[in-house]
């Protein structure tokens, strides 16, 4: 086993006593770029690595067996593991939000569907026609325009936009990766 196997192995074994979650970018045969798989370090041994793997969204997502000599790179702590840790920790409290094909929102209009939102405090993501992704609570809704308290993917606040629903490619409302970014800006809001 080489140098850098070895690093890998001790720092998975730290992660597996510690509990910590671990990014792990494994080569393939299928693609020139490594795959990214996140999770908690089942086991490790000198020549192989059993990972528990958890989805973007903190669910459980099977388990994995590769190889140490197949790991191109680590990636232990930042924001990321952070939120898919908060995620995780919260599985069953984190997607409360059920739009049901059975019930007539009324939502076809767009600016029926972005009041919807604000009335109700969903979190929203629009993509518009030049492929920019806007995501967020709704703050005002204008006969043409909407107003979006944007909120980033780990949580934070990010100003506001201002879109002109014409643009409005697509609009999501209260989605797993909506909820998801919610409760993750709620938690570090302390709520």
């Not at 074994?13 to 970018?25: N, P, Q, R, S």
């Not at 020139?32 to 370090?41: E, L």
């Not at 990321?80 to 898919?84: F, G, H, K, P, S």
């Given at each position: 086993?080489?140098?850098?196997?070895d690093?890998?192995r001790?720092?998975l074994?730290?992660?597996?006593?510690?509990?910590?979650?671990?990014?792990?970018?494994v080569e393939?045969?299928?693609s020139?770029?490594?795959?990214?798989?996140?999770?908690?370090?089942e086991?490790?041994?000198?020549?192989?690595?059993?990972l528990?793997?958890?989805n973007g969204?903190?669910?459980?997502?099977?388990i994995i067996?590769?190889?140490?000599?197949?790991?191109?790179?680590?990636?232990?702590?930042?924001k990321?593991?952070?939120?898919?840790r908060?995620?995780?920790e919260?599985?069953?409290?984190?997607f409360?939000?059920e739009?049901?094909?059975s019930?007539d929102?009324?939502?076809a209009?767009?600016?029926?569907?972005m009041?919807?939102?604000?009335e109700?405090?969903l979190?929203v993501?629009?993509?518009?026609?030049?492929?920019g992704?806007t995501?967020?609570?709704?703050t005002?809704?204008?006969?043409d325009?909407?107003?979006?308290e944007?909120i980033?993917?780990?949580?934070?606040?990010?100003?506001?936009?201002?879109v002109?629903?014409?643009d409005i490619?697509?609009?999501?409302i209260?989605?797993k990766?909506e909820?998801?970014?919610?409760?993750?800006?709620q938690a570090?809001?302390?709520?």
């Open positions: 086993m080489g140098e850098t196997q690093k890998f001790a720092v074994a730290h992660c597996k006593a510690v509990g910590d979650l671990v990014e792990c970018y393939t045969d299928v020139d770029f490594p795959v990214c798989q996140c999770g908690f370090v086991s490790v041994n000198d020549l192989q690595l059993s528990c793997l958890l969204y903190g669910e459980p997502d099977g067996n590769v190889r140490l000599d197949e790991i191109v790179r680590l990636q232990v702590g930042g990321l593991l952070d939120n898919i908060i995620l995780y919260n599985r069953g409290k984190v409360t939000e739009l049901l094909p019930q929102h009324g939502l209009d767009p600016l029926d569907a009041n919807y939102a604000r109700n405090r979190l993501s629009i993509l518009d026609d030049y492929k992704r995501a967020g609570f709704v005002e809704v204008g006969s325009w909407v107003q979006i944007q980033l993917p780990d949580g934070q606040s990010n100003g506001f936009a201002l002109r629903t014409e490619a697509r609009l999501d209260g989605g990766q909820q998801s970014t919610n409760f993750i800006h570090k809001l302390g709520r």
